[in-house]
Protein backbone atom coordinates (compact mmCIF):
# COMPACT_ATOMS: atom_id res chain seq x y z
CA UNK A 1 0.00 0.00 0.00
CA UNK A 2 2.59 2.36 1.21
CA UNK A 3 4.74 1.90 -1.95
CA UNK A 4 1.53 2.51 -4.30
CA UNK A 5 1.05 5.56 -2.45
CA UNK A 6 4.68 6.54 -2.87
CA UNK A 7 4.30 5.38 -6.57
CA UNK A 8 1.52 7.66 -7.57
CA UNK A 9 2.94 10.59 -6.12
CA UNK A 10 6.02 10.23 -7.51
CA UNK A 11 4.56 9.93 -10.86
CA UNK A 12 2.61 13.12 -9.86
CA UNK A 13 6.14 15.27 -8.99
CA UNK A 14 8.00 14.06 -12.25
CA UNK A 15 5.09 15.35 -14.27
CA UNK A 16 5.64 18.79 -12.41
CA UNK A 17 9.49 17.90 -13.17
CA UNK A 18 9.61 17.07 -16.35
CA UNK A 19 8.73 20.53 -17.81
CA UNK A 20 11.44 22.42 -15.22
CA UNK A 21 14.91 19.91 -15.61
CA UNK A 22 17.52 21.58 -17.69
CA UNK A 23 20.74 20.03 -16.20
CA UNK A 24 24.22 21.47 -17.69
CA UNK A 25 23.42 20.32 -21.32
CA UNK A 26 22.81 16.92 -20.34
CA UNK A 27 20.38 15.04 -21.84
CA UNK A 28 20.16 11.78 -21.06
CA UNK A 29 22.38 9.27 -22.48
CA UNK A 30 24.38 5.99 -20.91
CA UNK A 31 27.98 4.17 -21.37
CA UNK A 32 30.13 2.16 -18.77
CA UNK A 33 33.52 1.97 -18.17
CA UNK A 34 35.39 -1.18 -18.54
CA UNK A 35 35.86 -3.80 -21.33
CA UNK A 36 34.19 -7.05 -19.80
CA UNK A 37 31.52 -7.86 -17.23
CA UNK A 38 32.91 -11.76 -16.59
CA UNK A 39 34.27 -12.48 -13.14
CA UNK A 40 32.95 -13.04 -9.58
CA UNK A 41 30.29 -11.08 -8.00
CA UNK A 42 32.44 -8.97 -6.89
CA UNK A 43 34.06 -7.65 -10.11
CA UNK A 44 29.96 -7.51 -10.89
CA UNK A 45 29.00 -4.35 -12.88
CA UNK A 46 27.42 -1.72 -10.99
CA UNK A 47 25.03 0.55 -12.40
CA UNK A 48 25.21 4.71 -11.56
CA UNK A 49 22.25 6.96 -12.45
CA UNK A 50 24.20 10.31 -12.48
CA UNK A 51 23.07 13.62 -12.44
CA UNK A 52 26.23 15.32 -12.39
CA UNK A 53 28.29 16.87 -15.18
CA UNK A 54 28.82 13.74 -17.72
CA UNK A 55 32.54 14.80 -18.31
CA UNK A 56 33.48 14.77 -14.82
CA UNK A 57 31.94 11.14 -13.51
CA UNK A 58 33.26 9.69 -17.01
CA UNK A 59 36.80 10.79 -15.25
CA UNK A 60 36.11 9.90 -11.76
CA UNK A 61 34.46 6.50 -12.51
CA UNK A 62 37.37 5.32 -14.98
CA UNK A 63 39.58 5.97 -12.18
CA UNK A 64 37.37 3.77 -9.85
CA UNK A 65 37.01 0.93 -12.69
CA UNK A 66 40.73 1.16 -13.42
CA UNK A 67 41.47 0.62 -9.42
CA UNK A 68 39.14 -1.54 -8.62
CA UNK A 69 38.42 -3.42 -11.61
CA UNK A 70 34.62 -2.87 -11.23
CA UNK A 71 33.18 -1.97 -14.93
CA UNK A 72 29.82 1.05 -13.92
CA UNK A 73 27.22 1.09 -16.35
CA UNK A 74 26.29 4.75 -16.39
CA UNK A 75 22.73 6.60 -16.92
CA UNK A 76 23.27 10.07 -17.41
CA UNK A 77 20.20 12.92 -16.89
CA UNK A 78 19.49 15.81 -14.75
CA UNK A 79 18.93 16.02 -10.78
CA UNK A 80 14.94 15.39 -10.32
CA UNK A 81 14.50 13.75 -13.21
CA UNK A 82 16.41 10.67 -12.24
CA UNK A 83 15.48 11.21 -8.71
CA UNK A 84 11.66 10.48 -9.54
CA UNK A 85 12.56 8.37 -11.56
CA UNK A 86 14.24 6.21 -9.50
CA UNK A 87 11.49 6.70 -7.04
CA UNK A 88 9.12 5.53 -9.81
CA UNK A 89 11.47 2.29 -10.34
CA UNK A 90 11.18 1.70 -6.60
CA UNK A 91 12.35 -2.23 -5.77
CA UNK A 92 12.81 -2.91 -9.27
CA UNK A 93 15.37 0.44 -10.02
CA UNK A 94 18.95 -0.87 -11.87
CA UNK A 95 20.59 1.84 -10.25
CA UNK A 96 23.02 1.22 -7.49
CA UNK A 97 24.35 4.57 -6.64
CA UNK A 98 22.92 7.97 -7.29
CA UNK A 99 25.09 11.01 -7.70
CA UNK A 100 23.65 14.42 -7.91
CA UNK A 101 24.83 18.05 -8.63
CA UNK A 102 22.62 19.78 -5.81
CA UNK A 103 21.12 18.00 -3.03
CA UNK A 104 17.46 18.74 -3.16
CA UNK A 105 17.77 15.79 -5.65
CA UNK A 106 19.36 13.52 -3.06
CA UNK A 107 16.63 14.78 -0.40
CA UNK A 108 13.78 13.76 -2.47
CA UNK A 109 15.06 10.01 -3.27
CA UNK A 110 15.95 9.94 0.72
CA UNK A 111 12.12 11.14 1.94
CA UNK A 112 11.40 7.57 -0.11
CA UNK A 113 13.45 5.54 2.30
CA UNK A 114 15.65 5.21 -0.84
CA UNK A 115 19.50 5.38 0.21
CA UNK A 116 21.16 2.39 2.39
CA UNK A 117 23.32 3.59 5.13
CA UNK A 118 26.57 4.89 3.98
CA UNK A 119 30.20 2.99 5.47
CA UNK A 120 30.90 5.40 8.60
CA UNK A 121 34.42 4.95 7.15
CA UNK A 122 33.41 7.10 4.20
CA UNK A 123 31.42 9.30 6.39
CA UNK A 124 34.53 10.01 7.72
CA UNK A 125 36.22 11.20 4.67
CA UNK A 126 33.55 14.20 4.35
CA UNK A 127 33.07 17.18 7.00
CA UNK A 128 29.75 16.83 8.59
CA UNK A 129 28.71 19.92 6.76
CA UNK A 130 29.11 18.59 3.13
CA UNK A 131 26.30 15.68 4.47
CA UNK A 132 22.71 15.80 5.79
CA UNK A 133 22.70 15.30 9.68
CA UNK A 134 21.19 12.05 8.89
CA UNK A 135 23.90 10.51 7.09
CA UNK A 136 21.79 8.70 4.78
CA UNK A 137 23.97 10.16 1.74
CA UNK A 138 27.10 11.99 1.31
CA UNK A 139 28.64 14.95 -0.12
CA UNK A 140 31.47 14.67 -2.71
CA UNK A 141 31.69 18.20 -4.61
CA UNK A 142 29.92 21.88 -3.97
CA UNK A 143 29.53 24.69 -5.73
CA UNK A 144 29.47 28.07 -4.58
CA UNK A 145 26.75 30.58 -5.33
CA UNK A 146 28.37 33.53 -7.02
CA UNK A 147 26.86 36.75 -8.63
CA UNK A 148 28.84 37.47 -12.07
CA UNK A 149 28.80 40.85 -13.15
CA UNK A 150 29.96 43.12 -16.31
CA UNK A 151 33.00 45.59 -14.94
CA UNK A 152 31.78 48.41 -17.22
CA UNK A 153 28.17 48.55 -16.08
CA UNK A 154 28.73 48.02 -12.31
CA UNK A 155 31.61 48.68 -9.75
CA UNK A 156 32.24 47.28 -7.27
CA UNK A 157 30.43 49.93 -4.79
CA UNK A 158 27.70 49.47 -6.86
CA UNK A 159 27.34 45.60 -5.95
CA UNK A 160 24.79 44.84 -3.38
CA UNK A 161 25.82 43.56 0.07
CA UNK A 162 23.41 39.79 0.27
CA UNK A 163 21.70 38.23 -2.72
CA UNK A 164 18.56 39.49 -0.99
CA UNK A 165 18.81 43.14 -2.32
CA UNK A 166 18.58 41.77 -5.79
CA UNK A 167 14.62 41.95 -4.77
CA UNK A 168 15.02 46.11 -4.64
CA UNK A 169 13.40 47.91 -7.03
CA UNK A 170 16.81 49.66 -8.18
CA UNK A 171 18.01 46.13 -9.65
CA UNK A 172 14.28 46.14 -11.78
CA UNK A 173 15.61 44.83 -15.63
CA UNK A 174 19.26 43.91 -14.51
CA UNK A 175 19.06 40.41 -12.99
CA UNK A 176 20.01 37.73 -15.44
CA UNK A 177 19.33 34.65 -13.81
CA UNK A 178 18.21 30.57 -14.82
CA UNK A 179 15.18 29.30 -12.71
CA UNK A 180 14.62 26.29 -15.00
CA UNK A 181 17.32 24.88 -13.66
CA UNK A 182 18.51 22.35 -10.44
CA UNK A 183 21.29 25.13 -9.79
CA UNK A 184 19.08 27.92 -9.57
CA UNK A 185 16.61 26.17 -7.44
CA UNK A 186 19.31 24.76 -4.80
CA UNK A 187 19.84 28.24 -4.12
CA UNK A 188 15.73 29.14 -4.15
CA UNK A 189 15.80 26.03 -1.28
CA UNK A 190 19.01 27.80 0.55
CA UNK A 191 17.35 31.28 0.90
CA UNK A 192 14.26 29.68 2.22
CA UNK A 193 16.02 27.66 4.51
CA UNK A 194 17.89 30.79 5.94
CA UNK A 195 15.58 33.39 5.59
CA UNK A 196 11.88 31.29 6.22
CA UNK A 197 8.97 31.05 3.17
CA UNK A 198 7.40 34.40 3.97
CA UNK A 199 11.18 36.31 3.18
CA UNK A 200 11.95 33.65 0.28
CA UNK A 201 8.76 34.69 -1.50
CA UNK A 202 9.34 38.35 -1.11
CA UNK A 203 12.67 37.47 -3.13
CA UNK A 204 10.90 35.66 -5.21
CA UNK A 205 8.49 37.83 -6.15
CA UNK A 206 11.25 40.93 -6.35
CA UNK A 207 13.28 38.18 -8.71
CA UNK A 208 10.35 38.36 -10.78
CA UNK A 209 9.57 41.70 -10.71
CA UNK A 210 13.66 42.41 -11.63
CA UNK A 211 15.00 39.44 -13.30
CA UNK A 212 15.58 38.56 -16.83
CA UNK A 213 15.59 34.57 -17.18
CA UNK A 214 17.58 32.96 -19.49
CA UNK A 215 18.26 28.79 -20.35
CA UNK A 216 21.22 27.77 -18.45
CA UNK A 217 24.20 29.57 -16.01
CA UNK A 218 26.02 29.70 -19.02
CA UNK A 219 23.74 31.86 -20.76
CA UNK A 220 23.27 33.95 -17.84
CA UNK A 221 27.30 34.16 -17.98
CA UNK A 222 27.05 35.45 -21.62
CA UNK A 223 24.24 37.93 -21.53
CA UNK A 224 26.01 39.54 -18.56
CA UNK A 225 29.66 39.79 -21.05
CA UNK A 226 27.48 40.93 -23.84
CA UNK A 227 26.11 44.03 -21.33
CA UNK A 228 22.46 42.09 -21.88
CA UNK A 229 22.05 42.70 -18.09
CA UNK A 230 24.33 43.89 -15.86
CA UNK A 231 24.78 41.06 -12.91
CA UNK A 232 24.13 36.95 -12.83
CA UNK A 233 23.20 34.81 -10.61
CA UNK A 234 24.92 31.36 -11.42
CA UNK A 235 27.47 29.18 -9.68
CA UNK A 236 31.15 29.63 -9.75
CA UNK A 237 32.68 27.32 -12.08
CA UNK A 238 31.49 28.62 -15.05
CA UNK A 239 32.97 31.36 -14.77
CA UNK A 240 36.25 29.96 -13.92
CA UNK A 241 35.95 27.23 -16.82
CA UNK A 242 35.37 29.95 -19.60
CA UNK A 243 38.99 31.27 -19.97
CA UNK A 244 40.06 27.73 -19.83
CA UNK A 245 37.49 27.48 -23.50
CA UNK A 246 37.78 30.43 -25.57
CA UNK A 247 36.87 33.08 -22.74
CA UNK A 248 35.20 34.75 -25.25
CA UNK A 249 31.73 35.02 -22.62
CA UNK A 250 33.69 35.93 -19.58
CA UNK A 251 36.10 38.36 -20.31
CA UNK A 252 33.98 41.69 -19.49
CA UNK A 253 32.99 40.54 -16.08
CA UNK A 254 33.86 39.15 -12.58
CA UNK A 255 33.06 37.61 -9.75
CA UNK A 256 31.27 39.16 -6.58
CA UNK A 257 31.20 36.66 -3.29
CA UNK A 258 28.68 37.49 -1.17
CA UNK A 259 30.36 35.74 2.09
CA UNK A 260 29.17 36.68 5.58
CA UNK A 261 27.15 33.85 5.39
CA UNK A 262 24.78 34.77 3.23
CA UNK A 263 22.27 33.11 1.72
CA UNK A 264 24.07 34.12 -1.37
CA UNK A 265 27.04 32.45 -0.66
CA UNK A 266 25.60 29.06 -0.16
CA UNK A 267 27.69 26.26 -1.43
CA UNK A 268 25.51 23.59 -2.78
CA UNK A 269 26.63 19.62 -1.90
CA UNK A 270 26.71 17.22 -4.53
CA UNK A 271 25.69 14.09 -3.48
CA UNK A 272 25.94 10.58 -3.62
CA UNK A 273 24.25 7.74 -2.30
CA UNK A 274 23.90 3.57 -2.26
CA UNK A 275 20.41 2.63 -3.36
CA UNK A 276 18.62 0.78 -0.95
CA UNK A 277 17.23 -1.68 -3.84
CA UNK A 278 20.81 -1.96 -4.93
CA UNK A 279 21.78 -5.72 -5.59
CA UNK A 280 25.30 -5.04 -5.77
CA UNK A 281 26.05 -3.16 -2.27
CA UNK A 282 29.28 -3.95 -1.27
CA UNK A 283 30.27 -2.55 -4.72
CA UNK A 284 28.40 0.37 -4.63
CA UNK A 285 29.85 1.36 -1.31
CA UNK A 286 32.84 1.03 -2.45
CA UNK A 287 32.25 3.89 -5.79
CA UNK A 288 30.54 5.55 -2.86
CA UNK A 289 34.02 5.60 -0.81
CA UNK A 290 36.47 5.89 -3.87
CA UNK A 291 34.42 9.49 -4.90
CA UNK A 292 34.93 10.88 -1.28
CA UNK A 293 38.89 8.95 -0.76
CA UNK A 294 41.82 10.83 -1.74
CA UNK A 295 42.09 9.25 -5.27
CA UNK A 296 38.36 10.29 -6.20
CA UNK A 297 38.76 13.97 -4.99
CA UNK A 298 42.16 14.21 -6.45
CA UNK A 299 40.75 13.43 -10.12
CA UNK A 300 37.96 16.15 -8.93
CA UNK A 301 40.64 18.73 -8.37
CA UNK A 302 42.67 17.89 -11.38
CA UNK A 303 39.53 18.24 -13.34
CA UNK A 304 38.43 21.11 -15.83
CA UNK A 305 35.28 20.55 -14.13
CA UNK A 306 36.36 23.05 -11.52
CA UNK A 307 33.82 22.20 -8.54
CA UNK A 308 35.28 21.94 -5.04
CA UNK A 309 36.64 18.82 -3.25
CA UNK A 310 35.22 18.05 -0.33
CA UNK A 311 36.87 15.16 1.11
CA UNK A 312 39.90 13.15 2.77
CA UNK A 313 41.73 16.74 2.99
CA UNK A 314 42.55 17.13 -1.01
CA UNK A 315 42.71 20.39 -1.72
CA UNK A 316 40.54 22.25 -4.21
CA UNK A 317 41.93 23.30 -7.88
CA UNK A 318 44.39 26.14 -7.02
CA UNK A 319 42.22 28.50 -9.66
CA UNK A 320 39.27 28.56 -7.44
CA UNK A 321 38.49 31.15 -4.37
CA UNK A 322 39.69 28.63 -1.62
CA UNK A 323 36.17 27.32 -0.30
CA UNK A 324 37.26 28.30 3.14
CA UNK A 325 37.17 32.19 2.55
CA UNK A 326 33.90 31.75 0.64
CA UNK A 327 31.88 32.15 4.55
CA UNK A 328 29.46 30.14 3.36
CA UNK A 329 26.18 29.48 5.60
CA UNK A 330 26.43 26.23 7.19
CA UNK A 331 23.07 24.19 5.96
CA UNK A 332 21.84 20.81 6.51
CA UNK A 333 21.63 19.97 3.08
CA UNK A 334 18.67 17.20 4.30
CA UNK A 335 16.64 20.81 5.00
CA UNK A 336 16.75 21.70 1.48
CA UNK A 337 13.28 21.16 -0.30
CA UNK A 338 12.88 20.79 -4.32
CA UNK A 339 9.13 20.15 -4.15
CA UNK A 340 8.17 23.28 -1.99
CA UNK A 341 10.67 25.32 -3.71
CA UNK A 342 9.37 24.21 -7.21
CA UNK A 343 5.80 25.02 -5.67
CA UNK A 344 6.81 28.80 -4.62
CA UNK A 345 8.60 29.31 -7.82
CA UNK A 346 5.36 28.48 -10.07
CA UNK A 347 3.29 31.08 -7.27
CA UNK A 348 5.95 33.69 -8.02
CA UNK A 349 5.23 33.00 -11.49
CA UNK A 350 8.78 32.14 -12.01
CA UNK A 351 8.38 28.48 -13.43
FE1 LIG B 1 26.30 22.73 -13.90
Redesign the pocket.
Same mark, same amino acid.
Given at each position: MRRTARLAGALVTSVAIAATAA??GSGSSSSSTGTSSAGSDAKSPITLYNAQ?EDLMAEMVGAFTKQTGIEVKVRNGSDLEMANQIVAEGENSPADVFVT?NSPAMTLVDSKSGFAPIAAATLDQVPSRYRPSNNHWVGFAA?ATVLVYNTKQVSAAELPKSIMDLADPKWKGKVGYSPTGA?FQAIVSAVVALKGEAEGKRWLDGLKANGVAFQG?GTVMKAVNDGQVPVGII /?H /? /?WYQDPAEAGDNSSNTKLHFFRNEDPGAFTSVSGAGVLASSKHAAQAQQLVEFLTGKEGQQVLSDSTALEYTVGSDVPANKALEPLDKLQAPVIDPSKLNSQTVITMMQDAGIL
Amino acid at each position: MRRTARLAGALVTSVAIAATAAACGSGSSSSSTGTSSAGSDAKSPITLYNAQHEDLMAEMVGAFTKQTGIEVKVRNGSDLEMANQIVAEGENSPADVFVTENSPAMTLVDSKSGFAPIAAATLDQVPSRYRPSNNHWVGFAARATVLVYNTKQVSAAELPKSIMDLADPKWKGKVGYSPTGADFQAIVSAVVALKGEAEGKRWLDGLKANGVAFQGNGTVMKAVNDGQVPVGII /YH /Y /YWYQDPAEAGDNSSNTKLHFFRNEDPGAFTSVSGAGVLASSKHAAQAQQLVEFLTGKEGQQVLSDSTALEYTVGSDVPANKALEPLDKLQAPVIDPSKLNSQTVITMMQDAGIL
